[in-house]
Every structure is written in structure tokens, then in C-alpha cells.
């Protein structure tokens, strides 16, 4: 059985036993840190892009990915019906503690009993796609969940800031890489450390480009300030 890194470290602080944050590794940079407390953070500690999000939700909303719960948890102090969905057991432990009616432990592949009016997919929810040649399927999936007139709204970056730059503006990327946007991930959490996880970041114009060919319109409804937006993707008739 995976280990649940993230779901430790969510219930470790939720019963105020926080002493340590995430350790995170990507085969693209250094060790990192994902601040723990940061995944309670309420709508005002909100990057403007999530917060910009939260304001477009409209009718049943499905937050894929909800971590501690956060977003969905605005959600329903706002009147929404919100189902709050994640693989991690400490996630969905985590969710219910804090006062969410509806969760469900799941991944989302393996999920598919009603439909919504929105799917909500934040800080950089379309990772989960994992690799480029996946996300046919993913939108097939996807909008298989929605409503009619129903919306997907993610956020992603454009990491190809983070590639060394040569003298005529190109990028070097390595040759064994299918998309620059593909990355290697791990997690470690008190000692513990997770298996590696495919994980993808998408620029816009790929994005769009996917989304259009599954008969999504794609909107890009803001930038934020470091190489990061929020789309909203609709399907089309």
C-alpha cells in the first residue's frame, strides 16, 4: 500500500501535533518544502488565481484534489454543494474534521457515479494527468463528470523558465523528454518518503491545444505572477 505522506502530515497538524513540513524532490530542482500550515490557509491567505477561481464556481462543484480541504470548505461556508474528492485516507480524515459534508477517498480515474457543474482542479491540479500523451483520456473522463453547460477550472505554470537559456532564446531540454513540463516528484515527511510520482505542468497554449482537440473551448481568465494561470474550459455543443 502507498504511504500517505501527505494525509500524515494534514492529520498531524489538524490534531496540533505540527513539528516539520513536507520535503519535496522533482528531478528539476533541489529539495523544497511545501509549508504545511499553508495547505489550512483560509481565502484571504489565497493566491489570487485560487481566489479568482473559487468566485467563478457555480452550481454542484467537484474539488479535485482537496488536500486539507480548504477550497472546498469556503465553498460550502458559501452555500455550494461541494464534494470534496482526494486519494489520500489523511486528506479525506483531515476534510471531515474540519466540518465537510461531503467527501469521498478516491482517485478520480475511478470515479463516476453523478455529475457537476463544476470541476474545480487548484494548485496546479492538471499535474495528476502525470504525462502529455495521458490527457486525451483525462478529458475524456472529465467530461464525462460534467453537467451540460458545465466548466473545468485549473490552474497550471509554465515551467520553462526553470530550463537553462542559450544565446539565441532557445531552451535546452533534455532529449529524453517527450514535454518539458513533465517532472519526477517525491514527497518525504518525518523519514518517510513516497514513491516517485509523474507529475505535469502545462503551459497555456498546450493546454488549449489538448483542450480544443477534445471539443473543450479553453479560456485563459488570468495570469498570475510567476509564469502561472487559471483557464476555465467549457464543453463544447
Known amino acids: 500500500m502507498a504511504k500517505d505522506i ?3 502530515a494534514l492529520l498531524d497538524y489538524q490534531s496540533g501535533n505540527y513539528t516539520e513540513d513536507i520535503k519535496t524532490y522533482s528531478s528539476l530542482d533541489e ?3 511545501i509549508p504545511v500550515p499553508y495547505l489550512f490557509r483560509d481565502f484571504k491567505k489565497m493566491p489570487p488565481l485560487e481566489q479568482k477561481a473559487l468566485k467563478l464556481c457555480k452550481g454542484s462543484v467537484l474539488d479535485i484534489g482537496c488536500g486539507a480541504g480548504s477550497h472546498s470548505l469556503y465553498l460550502q461556508k458559501k452555500g455550494f ?3 470534496a474528492l482526494d486519494n489520500s485516507p489523511g486528506a479525506i480524515d483531515t476534510c471531515k474534521q474540519r466540518g465537510l459534508e461531503q467527501t469521498v477517498l478516491s482517485g478520480i480515474h ?4 453523478q455529475k457537476y457543474d463544476t470541476l474545480l482542479m487548484l494548485m496546479n491540479g492538471i499535474g495528476i494527468v502525470g504525462k502529455l500523451k495521458n490527457i486525451d483520456s483525462f478529458f475524456t473522463h472529465l467530461k464525462s463528470l ?3 453547460n458545465g466548466q473545468i477550472l485549473l490552474d497550471s505554470s509554465d515551467i520553462i523558465y526553470m530550463y537553462d537559456e542559450d544565446e539565441d532564446g532557445g531552451y535546452w531540454i ?3 523528454q517527450s514535454y518539458y513540463g513533465e517532472v519526477t516528484f ?3 515527511y518525518k523519514g518517510e518518503k513516497s514513491e516517485p510520482l509523474d507529475w505535469l505542468y502545462l503551459d497555456y497554449n498546450t493546454l488549449q491545444r489538448a483542450a480544443n482537440a477534445n471539443n473543450l473551448a479553453c479560456e485563459l481568465v488570468s495570469k498570475g505572477k510567476h509564469y502561472d494561470y487559471l ?3 467549457i464543453q463544447l455543443r
Not at 475511478?110 to 457515479?113: H, I, K, R
Open 81 to 83: 454543494s461541494v464534494t
Open 146 to 148: 460534467l453537467k451540460p
Open 6 to 8: 501527505l494525509g500524515n
Open 174 to 176: 533534455p532529449d529524453d
Open 31 to 33: 529539495e523544497d518544502l
Open 186 to 188: 517525491e514527497m518525504e
Open 231 to 233: 483557464a476555465k474550459l
Open 110 to 113: 475511478d470515479f463516476s457515479p
